[in-house]
């Protein structure tokens, strides 16, 4: 890593390494990195937009609601990981359910609207509640057209969880059913959008929205504003999470934020 500024490693969301060799190497070499994972297990080994957008909700409404902020809605939906049962904290315990249970219909906004989303094991949730100190967390996380959605629930409810732990079995089977994913995005599009809700001990609820045409675009940005940060001198020596301050200022998030929602249909904060 001689000669590099920053490392941007995408490991994809397969990954099962008990290892972050990359991250090691960066160290090692005093080299900027910053990781887009969506593995539970292989964030807290190592330390997203979401995060960001989470964070600023809750300092916001511990400065204006007049309440405690208490309970945490993270909703995800890819408009085109069931291999461990999903968590969730509800007053600062930790509950474990089936990947893929739970569904709820929820509103992502204009160009967009009432979609279909299901408790899913994402990492913000433990982030989120460590970090943020919010007792009760939950993650929910959805795809359109619906058959997405009702294959991965077929998946987590009859295939065994050590099958779809397989590293082998989840790279192949992405392999497969990749092109058919790529005919039907370009049918009806890839968009995807994100919705926050943070409720308060007074009943103050506010909310978070976030929608883009082009998911593969919208990533691209959101990693791109994460680098300039770090670049910038945005995050102090260490690893972290982009909700703590040591991760990402908090008077650089407002300009990452704005870069990061380049080119977006709908963004919305406090609302």
Same mark, same amino acid.
């Not at 433990?126 to 959805?142: C, D, E, I, M, R």
């Given at each position: 890593?001689?000669?590099?500024?920053?490392?941007?490693?995408?490991?994809?969301?397969?990954?099962?390494?008990?290892?972050?060799?990359?991250?090691?190497? &960066?160290?090692? /070499? #005093?080299?900027?990195?910053?990781?887009?994972?969506? @593995?539970?297990?292989?964030?807290?080994?190592?330390?997203?937009?979401?995060?960001?957008?989470?964070?600023?909700?809750?300092?916001?409404?511990?400065?204006?609601?007049?309440?405690?902020?208490? =309970?945490?809605?993270?909703?995800?939906?890819? +408009? =085109?990981?069931?291999?461990? !049962?999903?968590?969730? %904290?509800?007053?600062?315990?930790?509950?474990? +359910?089936?990947?893929?249970?739970? $569904?709820?219909?929820?509103?992502? @906004?204009? @160009?967009?609207?009432?979609?279909?989303? %299901?408790?899913?094991?994402?990492?913000?949730?433990?982030? /989120?509640? #460590?970090?943020?100190? *919010?007792?009760?967390?939950?993650? +929910?996380?959805?795809?359109?057209?619906?058959?997405?959605?009702?294959?991965?629930?077929?998946?987590?409810?009859? *295939?065994?969880?050590?099958?779809?732990?397989? #590293?082998?079995?989840?790279?192949?089977?992405?392999?497969?059913?990749?092109?058919?994913?790529?005919?039907?995005?370009?049918?009806?599009?890839? !968009?995807?959008?994100?919705?926050?809700?943070?409720?308060?001990?007074?009943?103050? /609820? /506010?909310?978070?929205?976030?929608?883009?045409?082009?998911?593969?675009?919208?990533?691209?940005?959101?990693?791109? &504003?994460? $680098?300039?940060?770090?670049?910038?001198?945005? =995050?102090?020596?260490?690893?972290?999470?982009?909700?703590?301050?040591? @991760?990402? &200022?908090?008077?650089?998030?407002? *300009?990452? *934020? !704005?870069?990061?929602?380049?080119?977006?249909?709908?963004?919305?904060?406090?609302?």
């Amino acid at each position: 890593m001689v000669g590099v500024d920053l490392v941007v490693h995408a490991a994809g969301p397969f990954q099962r390494d008990d290892k972050c060799t990359v991250l090691q190497a &960066a160290t090692f /070499t #005093k080299t900027r990195y910053t990781d887009i994972c969506d @593995g539970v297990d292989y964030s807290w080994r190592a330390k997203s937009l979401l995060n960001l957008m989470a964070a600023e909700l809750v300092r916001t409404a511990k400065g204006e609601s007049g309440g405690e902020p208490e =309970t945490l809605s993270l909703g995800q939906a890819y +408009l =085109t990981k069931s291999s461990y !049962r999903f968590f969730y %904290y509800i007053a600062g315990s930790e509950i474990k +359910l089936k990947p893929y249970s739970g $569904a709820r219909n929820i509103d992502f @906004g204009k @160009g967009i609207g009432k979609k279909y989303v %299901y408790l899913m094991n994402l990492p913000e949730v433990k982030s /989120t509640h #460590k970090n943020l100190g *919010l007792p009760t967390v939950h993650a +929910l996380f959805g795809s359109d057209p619906f058959i997405w959605n009702w294959g991965m629930e077929t998946f987590a409810n009859f *295939l065994p969880s050590d099958l779809l732990r397989d #590293k082998n079995v989840t790279l192949k089977f992405a392999e497969c059913v990749d092109p058919f994913i790529r005919v039907i995005d370009g049918i009806v599009g890839e !968009r995807v959008a994100m919705r926050i809700d943070l409720e308060s001990s007074n009943g103050h /609820t /506010t909310t978070g929205l976030f929608a883009h045409n082009n998911l593969s675009v919208s990533v691209g940005y959101a990693a791109a &504003a994460f $680098a300039l940060a770090v670049l910038e001198g945005s =995050t102090k020596p260490g690893v972290w999470f982009p909700e703590e301050p040591e @991760g990402i &200022a908090i008077d650089a998030r407002k *300009l990452l *934020l !704005r870069r990061a929602s380049r080119g977006v249909t709908n963004f919305t904060m406090n609302k």
